[in-house]
Structure formats: structure tokens, C-alpha cells
């Protein structure tokens, strides 16, 4: 109403232009993501909740380190000193 696009036409389309971003790209960039949340969509499906569960946590990397520390007596040992 104010008439201000046609001013500013040029830096909106510039801005526009930067923001766009390559969906191929995205796939690429994010696919160990994409993988996790399809992988936890086909077992809920097939396993419902339980599935979904065991499937979270056979990838979840906390229960790794907490797996890695139990394993190694002298990690566990040192955490437990005051």
C-alpha cells in the first residue's frame, strides 16, 4: 500500500535467493537424521511402541558411552571417587 516493494524489489529477490537452499544438498547433509526417523517410523509400524523403544535405544549414543564406561573398570572406578 505504502508503494515500498518496488524500492525494495531487488534486495527481497537477493534475500530470497540466499535463503533458497539445494534439497539435494539437504538429503545429502542431514541423511543420518533422515535414516534415524524412517528407521523409527517402519518399526513403530511393524513393532508399534516396544519396536520403537528398542530401536532408540540400540542408537542412542549415551547407552554406548554409559556401555563403554561399564566396560572399562577403571573409568567406572574413577567416577565413583569422591
Do not use: C, W
Not at 541423511?31 to 524412517?38: A, G, H, T, V
Not at 508399534?48 to 572406578?77: C, M, T, W
Request: glycine share 2%; charged share 30%.
Amino acid at each position: 500500500e505504502e508503494k515500498y516493494h518496488e524500492s525494495i524489489h531487488s534486495e527481497l529477490m537477493a534475500i530470497q535467493q540466499k535463503l533458497a537452499h539445494n534439497k539435494d544438498n539437504d538429503l545429502i547433509t542431514f541423511r543420518p537424521e533422515i535414516e534415524m526417523l524412517l528407521k523409527n517410523e517402519i518399526v513403530g509400524r511393524f513393532y508399534k511402541q516396544k519396536g520403537r523403544i528398542i530401536s532408540a535405544l540400540n542408537d542412542d549414543p549415551e547407552i554406548d558411552h554409559a556401555l563403554e564406561v561399564f566396560n572399562n573398570s577403571a573409568s567406572y572406578k574413577a567416577l565413583l571417587q569422591p
